[in-house]
Structure formats: structure tokens, C-alpha cells
């Protein structure tokens, strides 16, 4: 049985596993027939066993619940049930496929199947399968089965001849116990009542047993307090916080009713006298010892989370709110709190009944899931309603196309059994700091906000901020415009001519992204670059942009005769993989363009990990320059310098504003130039507006420069027009 679904219990003088304590049970069935889903279902109801059960009608449906999207976050079956005969995957190879998965292997699989042929019995278990049950089954034998489900080798299996039971783990005690013979004395008692085997781990000092408890998951421990290594209560305590799940009996030689009370406040079961020990009552003791342990687990769970679900409950998430906001309150972070309310599930019940109900409610929470990040939490905050918490700046700036997810998400139809279901949700969000700074405010703020969202219109979202809502608006119908953008051919290049400081020659350009809004005329990248960014959309829109870069200066070099270079920026969304090599590759490549045209550049701020690194080695491999953007304004590049592989610094535009009267200013430039010319680096400055500033960077032996007063950046039309037209000695000079 799974570890962690696991019910240990004595019944009567046997220690048997008997079902899931302290939680749902986790069943997921696999099964493509409406009508056997509906007799599981029912079984389920019948037995009363604390169940959360899951559908997949396929074998790939299965995996994809296992392995997919947001398994990571949904607890793992504690069972699964099993058809043979699926679409798609069959059922054998899905068998073959989760006992090959180390993640999945523990999990018992029942197979349920029509066939009663040995090969396919003998195959089942050959693939680890844990018992074989044929259809049609009877409903008793499956109510059967499922109130017994952590007793997985059945009256009802069937079992070829000379295929063998399998494992089941054994039910183990660990007895500290540093006297031989009371060692001795505890193993012959537990012998002559046991009709089973009983593994009986022995060990006798603390230290032993800590590191005992923390290898292996037993059944019980027996404990006697009095050890070479530790006296008395402290004992008691110590093994209790190693092994807070495991039941403990306390196993004395002092009759002291006040030790006795203290012993169970510090977590033990019970306590029992040495002198007093007998067969019978010792196996009693510890068969109630586990019982109340699972009571206390289950009273525990029940507390602290919703019984449908599974999900932690209120309390649960405003402890964990409360966590958030004090580390808020420390580091200057953010946080922001989504709720979700979802509508339609009391029709459900009204029609279908609770048990769909919960189906149906079950697989609304997958959906929300996986729109959410991974790894947050995700609570049941009130009936119907669903909370989360988001500490990432990239997720939070992001809560408007998440909360958009969820709502297209939860508006497509689930099917269960062989019903579609139609639900609708809103979504209400608030932030840290802006609309509360305290844990249960945030909560309410949240909740106020999805109030309304749900008086307002039905499948909409709403800030608790009206400036948020604004913004979020805004910003939401930029992405949907955004995403329309690549195809209607709105984005445009523009290029900023650069020349050579010495002789005010053109040597290149720097390609620069508009965008021509149908609706807002021509906007520049400070006013989208984030939102692309964010949606991923910045991936197709550059290589969009490298490929035109590259395409438009190919042209130019038949026009001119000293061969131009273009630069293109790139973006730290972009640097996945090798994907951003290969679309330079093709674009050099459709081009028919040289390497040593084309320049890419890179700002100081993804100059920091092993990808950068590669694809900096990747492009000089190539035999294309790269440029560290916006050099000086950061606070490491001295370090940058040294691990990655440049070729050219571009001053930042901020530190020739008032070059050269601010002697500062001017020194900062001076030194940059100074120590690119020892490096071998070519240095470009940008910003360029003054005579001065050309004359003081003449001076310095800078070796390019861009800027207003040279030219604005133009369309590829206009720029092929003056390399047409202007003289190759003053070309572009005084273009402001």
C-alpha cells in the first residue's frame, strides 16, 4: 500500500491495513464505459469510505492526470482502478507504464476487466498488477474490494496457477527496549496472539530509534522511557516530534499515574505497566493505541481542510497569508490574493445529486490548477470558493491574463461519467500594500472584489482597486490586440544610423520595434515591450524582427559598397534553449547574409546565467558581434566583462545627457573608452544630440556614436533612400 494512504489497524489478533485514514482516499479510475463509472461511484457511496475519485476514460487521459500539467500539485492516487480494454493506450501498457515510473510504482492498481483469459490474468501480474477483477462484477464484490482496498490481495482476485501473491508490506513494530529480557518477553507475547507475521524491530538507546523511525514507516512503536541515552518523559518527547504520525505505547516500569498523564499530553497513546503485561491486553493496547491515532489524525485533516476537495481550508490559508504578508513586511516584497467563485454547482447538485456534485467540483479545482503557477497554494475558502496566493512579480503583473485563463477554463464543459456539465466562475484579486497590509483585509479584499465581479456580469474579474481594474483592462485588451499584431503586419523596424566617430562614415544601424496600432497610431517599445514580454509574445515578435533586420540589410549591401552592419536587441524571454541560435541561423541563412553584418544586443541584466553564456560563445562561434547594451548603468559589469564574451560596449544615452560640462559625467565616459581600447572592445555611444558631445567623443577616440544629431531612426525605405543619395564623406551628418 502506499506509504502515505496507508491505515494500519489490530483487528482482533491480526495488524491488518484496512483503508485510508486522516484524508480522502484517492482513487483515480481509468475506465471508458459510463455505466461501470456509475457503479463505482455508487459503490463508493455505499461503503462510506472517505473518498475523492477521479476519471480518465483513456489510458493517455490517466497519464496526463499523473504526469501533466499541475500533477506535481494534485495529490498522487492512493489507488487506481483499472480497464483493460481502453482507447488509445491500452490498458496493459499503461499498467507497464506506471510500474516502470518511479514516481508511480507504489500506487496498487486494481485491474477490472471482462476478460478471464490466463494470458491476460498472467500478464496483469507479471506488470505488478496488485489483484485481477472480472466484469461484470457484482456489486457487492466491488463494494467489497473498495472496503477493503488496503488489503489489496482479495477473496475475489483471481490468480493464474504458479503466479505468485506479491508483496504486501509486512506490519511492523519498533520496540525500544534496552533490557533483553523484556525484549524477549514483548516478542513472545505478540507471537502467541499473532495469526500473521509481525515484523518486530528492536533497538535500545533514543539515538538508534530516531534513526529507525526515520528509515522505515511503522505500524507502532513501543517504548520503554528508561534508555542508556536519555531518562524519563524527555524520551517520550523526543521520539514523538521524529514520528508525530506513528502511534507510541509507552512501556514503563513505574506505575505513576501522574508520568502516565504527562506521557499521553507529550503524544503517546497510552501507557502500559511491565509488571502488569499480558498476551491479550498488550495486542489490545496497541490495536486501540492506532485507532485513536487515526481518529486524531482524522480530526485533525477534517479541520484543517475541505472534505470535498481535499483543498486546505480557510484557516489553513490565512495562516499562510499571514506568513506571506510578515515576509512582505521584511523584504519590501509583493503579494497578491486571488479568489475564485464558482456558479452552476448547486444545479448540479439539485438534478445529479451531491456525489456528482463533488465529480463535478473535483474537476473545476484540476482546472484551476493548472492555470494557476506552479507550486502556490490553493485553498477552499468558502462554499463554492477557491483562494491563492502570488509572491512572484512576473506572476503578479500577470493576474489579469490569469484570471482571464481561468474564467475561459472553467467556462468549457466537463464531462463526468457520460454528462457534460456547464459551470462559470469570477474572479476577485487584490494586492498587498495597495488595498490591505494585513492578512484577513487582503483575504477580504479579494472576496469583495469577486462580489461584485458577480453582481456586475457573470464569467468577469474585477480588481478590488478601481485603478487596478483600469489598468488591468487596459493592459489586457493591449495583449489581445498584441496578439493580432504578427499577423495583420502592424510591427515595423525602424533604424538608427550609426557612424564612424572619426570620419562620420555609416557603418550600420540599430534596428528599433514600432508598432502601428490600428487605433493609437505608432507606439514605441516602452509602451507594449512589457506586455509582450510577459505573454511570451516577444519570442515570435523577435524573430519576427531578426529576420526583417536581417532581410533589410542584406538590401542595403547592394546598394552601398563598404558593407553595413544591422544590430538587433534581444530579449531574456528569448534566450530558451537554443532556439534563439536557430532563428539567427535561418534568418542569416534566407537572407543570404554574412555573420560579421549582423550585431546582437544584450542588456546587462540577462548578462547572468549559463544560457546567456552559451549563446554569447554560440554566436562568436559564428562569427556575429555582441554588444552590451546600456553599459555602466548597472552594477556588475566589470564582473560581465570578464565571464562573457563581448565585443562592443554601448555607452548609455543617460551618461552623455550633459557631456561634456558635467566633469563627472564626462570622467565616467573617459574611463569607459579608456578601458574598452585596453580590452579590444569597440565602444558605441548613444544619445548623441550635441556638437560638443560629437566633438568631446572625436577627442576621446570613441570609435562609433548614434543620436539625434546625427539622425532620427527611420523607416528601411527612407534609410535606402539617403544611402542612395547622400555622399559617401557626409552621409547622414546633421540629420537632426
Not at 535561418?586 to 555573420?595: G, V
Amino acid at each position: 500500500m502506499n506509504d502515505k494512504a496507508g491505515r494500519t489497524s489490530l483487528g482482533g489478533s491480526r495488524l491488518e491495513v484496512a483503508g485510508a485514514s486522516g484524508r480522502p482516499l484517492e482513487i483515480l479510475l481509468v475506465e471508458d464505459n459510463p455505466g461501470d463509472v456509475r457503479l463505482v461511484a455508487e459503490a463508493l457511496r455505499q461503503a462510506r469510505l472517505l473518498t475523492h475519485l477521479r476519471v480518465a476514460d483513456s489510458g493517455d487521459s490517466a497519464l496526463l492526470q499523473l504526469r501533466g500539467a499541475g500533477a506535481a500539485q494534485r495529490p498522487l492516487p492512493d489507488l487506481i482502478l483499472l480497464d483493460l480494454n481502453l482507447p488509445g493506450l491500452s490498458g496493459h501498457e499503461l499498467l507497464h507504464t506506471l510500474k516502470s515510473d518511479p514516481r508511480l510504482v507504489r500506487i496498487p492498481v486494481v485491474v477490472l476487466t471482462g476478460s478471464d483469459a490466463d494470458e491476460d490474468i498472467r500478464r496483469a501480474y507479471d506488470a505488478h498488477a496488485n489483484c485481477y477483477v472480472r466484469k461484470p462484477v457484482e456489486f457487492e464484490q466491488l463494494l467489497g474490494v473498495l472496503q477493503t482496498v488496503g488489503n489489496f490481495w482479495l477473496s475475489v482476485v483471481s490468480l493464474p496457477e504458479g503466479v505468485s501473491t506479491g508483496r504486501m508490506e509486512t506490519p511492523s513494530l519498533l520496540l525500544v527496549e534496552d533490557n533483553p529480557g523484556d525484549a524477549r518477553m514483548v516478542r513472545e507475547m505478540l507471537g502467541e496472539s499473532m495469526e500473521e507475521d509481525l515484523r518486530i524491530d528492536v533497538v535500545t538507546r533514543l539515538r538508534e530509534a530516531i534513526d529507525a523511525v526515520r528509515e522505515h514507516r511503522y505500524t507502532a512503536i513501543l517504548l520503554d522511557p528508561g534508555l542508556p541515552d536519555s531518562q524519563g518523559l524527555e524520551t517520550v518527547a523526543a521520539l514523538h516530534r521524529v514520528a508525530p504520525l506513528t502511534p507510541l505505547v509507552v512501556l514503563s516500569g513505574h506505575g505513576d499515574e501522574e508520568i502516565a498523564l504527562r506521557a499521553i499530553q507529550l503524544g503517546a497513546q497510552d501507557y502500559v505497566i511491565k509488571g502488569e503485561l499480558q498476551s491479550a491486553p498488550l495486542l489490545r493496547t496497541l490495536r486501540y493505541a492506532i485507532e485513536r491515532k487515526l481518529v486524531q489524525e482524522r480530526l485533525d485533516y477534517l479541520a484543517s481542510h475541505d472534505g470535498v476537495t481535499g483543498l486546505p481550508n480557510r484557516q489553513v490559508f490565512l495562516a499562510n497569508l499571514s506568513q506571506v504578508v510578515s515576509g512582505c513586511q521584511r523584504t519590501g516584497g509583493d503579494a497578491a490574493v486571488i479568489s475564485i467563485g464558482l456558479s452552476g454547482i448547486g444545479l448540479v447538485n439539485q438534478i445529479h445529486g451531491h456525489e456528482v456534485g463533488d465529480q463535478v467540483v473535483a474537476a473545476a479545482v484540476l482546472r484551476i490548477r493548472e492555470a494557476l503557477p506552479e507550486g502556490v497554494l490553493l485553498a477552499c475558502t468558502g462554499s463554492a470558493e477557491y483562494s491563492t496566493i502570488l509572491t512572484d512579480r512576473g506572476a503578479i503583473m500577470d493576474t489579469p491574463r490569469i484570471a482571464e485563463d481561468l474564467l475561459v477554463r472553467i467556462r468549457t464543459p466537463c464531462q463526468v461519467a457520460d454528462q457534460k456539465f456547464y459551470l462559470a466562475a469570477n474572479v476577485g484579486m487584490s494586492m498587498y500594500s495597495i488595498d490591505a497590509d494585513e492578512a484577513a483585509p487582503l483575504l477580504k479584499c479579494a472576496e469583495t472584489a469577486l462580489y461584485q465581479a458577480k453582481n456586475t456580469s457573470p464569467g468577469t474579474f474585477q480588481f478590488y482597486s478601481a485603478q487596478m481594474n483600469a489598468t488591468a483592462r487596459r493592459r489586457l485588451m493591449l495583449e489581445r490586440d498584441l496578439r493580432h499584431a504578427l499577423e495583420r503586419e502592424e510591427f515595423e523596424l525602424h533604424y538608427q544610423p550609426v557612424v564612424d566617430a572619426a570620419t562620420q562614415a555609416l557603418v550600420g544601424a540599430e534596428a528599433l520595434l514600432r508598432w502601428r496600432h490600428p487605433e493609437r497610431g505608432l507606439l514605441a517599445p516602452d509602451q507594449f515591450l512589457d506586455v509582450a514580454e510577459q505573454s511570451g509574445l516577444i519570442v515570435p515578435i523577435g524573430a519576427w524582427a531578426m529576420n526583417t533586420a536581417c532581410r533589410v540589410v542584406a538590401y542595403w549591401n547592394t546598394l552601398v559598397a563598404q558593407p553595413l552592419r544591422v544590430s538587433v536587441n534581444v530579449s531574456a524571454h528569448q534566450l530558451g534553449g537554443d532556439e534563439l541560435i536557430g532563428v539567427i541561423d535561418r534568418a542569416l541563412r534566407e537572407n543570404q547574409l554574412s555573420p560579421a553584418a549582423l550585431m546582437v544586443e544584450l542588456t546587462e541584466n540577462i548578462m547572468h546565467s549559463e544560457a546567456s553564456r552559451h549563446l554569447l560563445l554560440g554566436l562568436r562561434e559564428r562569427g556575429i558581434s555582441v554588444a552590451l547594451d546600456d553599459f555602466g548603468i548597472g552594477f556588475s559589469s566589470l564582473a560581465y566583462l570578464r565571464r562573457f564574451p563581448v565585443d562592443v560596449l554601448k555607452i548609455d544615452r543617460s551618461f552623455m545627457t550633459h557631456v561634456p560640462a558635467d566633469r563627472r559625467d564626462a570622467a565616467i565616459v573617459r574611463a569607459i573608452v579608456v578601458m574598452a581600447r585596453t580590452l579590444g572592445l569597440l565602444v558605441i555611444a548613444e544619445g548623441v544630440e550635441t556638437e560638443a558631445q560629437r566633438d568631446f567623443l572625436r577627442e576621446e577616440s570613441c570609435d562609433q556614436m548614434q543620436g539625434y544629431l546625427l539622425a532620427r531612426p527611420m523607416d528601411a525605405a527612407a534609410f535606402a533612400t539617403r544611402l542612395v543619395t547622400a555622399d559617401d564623406t557626409d552621409r547622414m551628418a546633421g540629420g537632426r
